[in-house]
């Protein structure tokens, strides 16, 4: 991991580099935690970090908004800056990431920070979402593909679209056959969800929850740090997924 005092990282390419937008009075527990990043099991595809030493956080055009509460910055970047992503530190209760821009505390846990993270790379929330949420996200109105979560508007598919299903996961790698995502029903149908001890496969996540008529699955049965930042589980399907899509 790279966190460099300065405008790049050695042979990185503009647009691989992260810039942190980092206020002086505040640097010591950012700079700590920097430090421990590369310890992390995300560290590998996301590395270089350069600090963008702010001495006025007041002067930092940023706004709140959404019901809770979100931070974005209008930040004075020079062209080439503009397809970087960039982290501002701010005094936040929540932190948030869009997708190139990210607005947590100095404070922030490094659990926290590789949950946004995570959403920088693609994955969606595996805890229910708030109703208005689930309704853009839910409903395909979505701004980017999901990688950890695909929807479904039954929990019943024919062989064919189960097929048609398996072929359009993003973990599809990973699951060897399709009869792997369902159970197989009397009437001919196949019920989703993977039977017990399928390692990777089709298992129910509650993103969706907030609605009735739409169903999320996740590639997983365990608990990842995608629905609790704090258990800290980064499957390992999720880390091949996002290092095939970063490549």
């Keep these: 991991m790279a966190l460099m005092h300065g405008a790049s990282c050695p042979g990185a390419a503009p647009a691989e580099v992260t810039q942190v937008w980092l206020p002086v009075q505040e640097a010591k527990p950012v700079l700590e935690m920097f430090e421990q990043w590369h310890r992390h099991p995300l560290a590998e595809l996301l590395s270089c970090f350069a600090v963008r030493w702010v001495e006025n956080p007041d002067a930092l055009d940023c706004q709140s908004f959404g019901e809770r509460r979100h931070q974005r910055c209008q930040l004075p970047l020079l062209p080439a800056e503009a397809g970087q992503r960039h982290i501002v530190i701010r005094d936040v209760a929540t932190a948030s990431a869009s997708p190139r821009q990210m607005v947590i505390a100095s404070d922030t846990r490094m659990d926290v920070f590789a949950h946004e993270v995570a959403h920088w790379l693609g994955f969606v929330d595996e805890y229910p979402m708030s109703a208005s949420l689930a309704q853009h996200y839910c409903r395909g109105s979505y701004d980017h593909p999901s990688l950890n979560v ?3 508007d039954s929990v019943q598919m024919s062989a064919a679209e189960l097929k048609q299903l398996w072929q359009r996961l993003p973990w599809r790698q990973a699951v060897g056959d399709w009869r792997l ?8 149908m196949w019920r989703l969800g993977s039977p017990t001890g399928t390692a990777v496969g089709l298992y129910a996540s509650r993103t ?40």
């Design 208 to 247: 969706c929850a907030a609605l009735d008529d739409v169903y999320s699955w996740k590639p997983v049965a365990r608990m990842t740090a995608m629905e609790y930042h704090d258990v800290n589980y980064w499957p390992e399907v999720y880390l091949q997924i996002a290092d095939g899509l970063d490549r």
């Design 181 to 188: 995502l369902g159970e197989l029903q009397e009437s001919g």
């Design 150 to 152: 695909v929807l479904t």
